[in-house]
């Protein structure tokens, strides 16, 4: 009944910036939690960056902190997370995904992740 579809990806060099978008169709409230996530082959899932839409919180990991910002529109409608200084290791898919009942970010896997987008692929060549 909700589909997350994860855009903007692409190859882009070292230094560089991307900006990724995570739009749901379906009915979704504006209180919810948005997280963003990237799997790299042979490589865990990790968590990368969370904003509230009802509190407004936001979170990143260590490794992105200074480097990336996430944000939603007015509307609530759809998430961004602009990526500046992208390294090669930032090279990933990379996913979002709802916590429809979520109100606040914390940490990333105890969040009750109701939707899986489909994700965009990042590539950052050197």
């Known amino acids: 009944e909700v589909q997350l579809q994860a855009s903007g990806g692409g190859l882009v060099q070292a230094g560089g910036s991307l900006r990724l978008s995570c739009t749901a169709s379906g009915f979704v409230d504006d209180e919810n939690v948005v997280a963003w996530f990237r799997q790299a082959p042979g490589k865990e899932r990790e968590g990368v960056s969370c904003i509230s839409n009802f509190d407004g919180s936001v979170s990143y990991a260590d490794s992105m902190k200074g480097r990336f910002t996430v944000s939603s529109d007015n509307a609530k409608t759809t998430v961004y997370l602009q990526m500046n200084s992208l390294k090669p290791e930032d090279t990933a898919v990379y996913y979002c995904?709802?916590?429809?009942?979520?109100?606040?970010?914390?940490?990333?896997?105890?969040?009750?992740?109701?939707?899986w987008g489909k994700g965009t692929l990042v590539t950052v060549s050197s």
């Open positions: 995904a709802l916590d429809l009942g979520g109100r606040r970010c914390g940490d990333f896997y105890d969040l009750a992740i109701d939707y």
